[in-house]
């Protein structure tokens, strides 16, 4: 029986993901993570003048006169309150903006990203495993944990050892919440709005990093049973 999806409401936040077909890497060197960044913050706008692909060959003094007219316009399909981009899949909490706002950024960013692992890697054929996944966040509780979980995911799948390392993750939107970066995509204030200052958030983080995997409160919200994030 085939399930049909609840439509994604407006105003509402998401934990969105996921993962690249049979486990394998989405990401296997830095450009290939800095390229998800910049399309992320790219398609979060409402209206795109060009594909991604087309606006990087375009003049320098042309792309900045199309990010310009973006900002200025101040429009987007969704607000993002995190975010982190791990080997094989990817997390984000996200905010609808308008009608059909988040099926229409994911489209754009996952459809843009494998064109250009493919092309890059010289590949063929789907990249990520079918369609995202989005879990609706229902509660003040769910949504500081899920985002918690999403800021530990690179130190609870040892992708990094440290506190330190964690906090640098650059391929996270934590170190925008701990004041190590002032990246404009994240917007931070729906979840500061809860905490006094940068370090009260980061102590938050920290002093649960241990105990990740036992967050069963929310454990429904991050994955399905056939699924296997870490």
């Not at 969105?16 to 910049?38: C, H, Q, S, W």
């Not at 308008?98 to 950024?105: A, M, R």
């Not at 692992?117 to 949504?143: C, H, M, S, Y």
């Not at 944990?145 to 390392?165: G, Q």
């Amino acid at each position: 029986m085939t399930r049909i999806k609840p439509p994604l409401v407006e105003g509402e936040m998401y934990h969105v993901f996921n993962r690249g077909v049979a486990f394998m890497p989405i990401f296997t060197d830095r450009l290939e993570y800095k390229r998800a960044m910049n399309l992320i913050s790219y398609y979060r706008n409402e209206t795109t003048p060009l594909s991604y692909s087309h606006f990087m060959r375009s003049p320098l003094t042309k792309r900045v006169d199309i990010l310009e007219e973006m900002r200025s316009r101040g429009k987007f399909l969704i607000k993002i309150i995190a975010l982190c981009l791990m080997p094989n899949h990817f997390h984000l909490v996200l905010q609808q903006k308008t009608k059909k706002g988040i099926s229409k950024f994911m489209a754009n960013f996952q459809n843009s990203y494998a064109r250009y692992f493919n092309i890059k890697n010289n590949r063929v054929g789907p990249l990520l495993q079918g369609d995202f996944k989005a879990v609706l966040i229902e509660t003040k509780t769910q949504f500081l944990h899920v985002v918690r979980y999403v800021h530990l995911n690179p130190y609870s799948s040892s992708i990094v050892k440290t506190a330190d390392e964690l906090l640098d993750y650059e391929f996270s939107s934590l170190p925008d919440y701990v004041g190590l970066k002032n990246r404009e995509f994240v917007e931070k204030d729906t979840v500061m709005n809860y905490f006094n200052s940068p370090q009260q958030y980061k102590e938050f983080v920290l002093d649960h990093a241990d105990y990740q995997k036992k967050l069963h409160e929310i454990k429904h919200l991050l994955i399905e049973k056939d699924e296997r994030l870490e």
